[in-house]
């Protein structure tokens, strides 16, 4: 099951989906989707995720504002994990001012995250936070960090970007993220959650295949990729991607994005989505700021697994250990 929710400003007394009714919401249902085989789940014992769509500018509060007011609607709506974009605390105008707005982890925002969490009651997945780590008074650079919190408000994992994107794309503008940010050093465990294990990456990093396998293959369940995908290649490589890398690891994929213009100098692409193993796109979000819901069926998963044991099939003996 997959529906979306549009932005509250937006908000109708509608039913557009038989059964189904929630109070002063405007719902879309997505289209059934295709299922290699038939599982008995009901779907409202299924765990609810939440995917946040957001346009991200300068102004921390007001993006912290726009935020919680997602994260407390997924919650109202019985979500178990609300998925933030890449940025999701802000998107400056030059390296200048993104390392000036720049936090450590133990810093006043994630703090106010860190209540949101708990006060809520639900995981967030804070899909890239400007990070002063603990190197910052030596590199004056800073890392781009997802940051997985739980119920509780505490953090339980942290993965830093290890591919940064250092491109020129005609028609898009030049993108250098190490002007300002240092690579990660190393991938994250998946972690798990009430709706499945969950392997941690962000944005640039769906280009690489090895990341996504080397997740799968220590255990995740869903991959996650917050995103603020541009204007040029959005539209030919975001949801091929993401539909790629749910099929070649039978997990879910989650993609929160950044949509619209943050100011003068920058514009996202957003389509946030959840694809399915099957890579069917269960859930979507419309133009603008807003969320969707998809649940998630760990039963399906493992049927597929089963069916199509692509796993057990690898020939490393040919090509090395990918994604190891």
């Not at 946040?52 to 609607?73: G, I, M, Y």
């Not at 505490?154 to 503008?173: F, M, N």
């Not at 990729?225 to 993401?242: C, D, K, N, Q, R």
Request: hydrophobic content about 40%; overall charge neutral; aromatic content about 8%.
């Amino acid at each position: 099951l997959g529906f979306i929710v549009r932005p509250p400003h937006q908000f109708l007394s509608l039913l557009l989906c038989p059964g189904l009714r929630i109070p002063r919401l405007s719902v879309l249902c997505a289209q059934p989707r295709a299922r290699a085989m038939a599982t008995s789940s009901s779907s409202w014992e299924l765990p609810l995720v939440a995917v946040c769509q957001v346009t991200s500018t300068p102004d921390k509060q007001e993006n912290f504002k726009t935020c919680a007011e997602l994260v407390r609607e997924a919650a109202r709506l019985g979500a178990c994990l609300a998925f933030l974009p890449e940025a999701f605390d802000f998107i400056a105008r030059d390296p200048a001012e993104t390392l000036h707005l720049s936090e450590p982890l133990g810093g006043n925002l994630l703090g106010e995250y860190t209540q949101l969490a708990r006060e809520c009651g639900l995981w967030l997945s804070l899909g890239g936070f400007h990070e002063r780590g603990q190197d910052w008074e030596q590199t004056q650079k800073i890392y781009n960090c997802h940051v997985l919190l739980n119920d509780k408000g505490s953090v339980v994992a942290t993965y830093r970007k290890t591919h940064l994107c250092d491109v020129e794309i005609p028609g898009q503008g030049p993108m250098h993220e190490s002007d300002s940010t240092i690579p990660g050093p190393s991938l994250e465990s998946p972690v798990s959650t009430p709706a499945g294990k969950i392997g941690l990456a962000i944005c640039y990093d769906m280009r690489f295949p090895e990341l996504s396998l080397a997740l799968a293959q220590a255990g995740a369940e869903i991959l996650t990729y917050p995103s603020a995908f541009g204007s040029v290649t959005g539209p030919a490589h975001w949801e091929v991607l993401l539909r790629a890398r749910a099929i070649e690891t039978q997990c879910y994929v989650v993609a929160a994005a950044q949509c619209g213009r943050h100011h003068e100098k920058r514009a996202s692409y957003g389509h946030s989505m959840v694809v399915d193993p099957w890579g069917t796109v269960v859930a979507r979000c419309p133009e603008g700021p807003g969320l969707c819901l998809a649940r998630i069926d760990l039963r399906y998963l493992r049927q597929l697994r089963q069916h199509l044991p692509m796993f057990q099939h690898r020939r490393p003996d040919l090509y090395g250990s990918l994604g190891h």
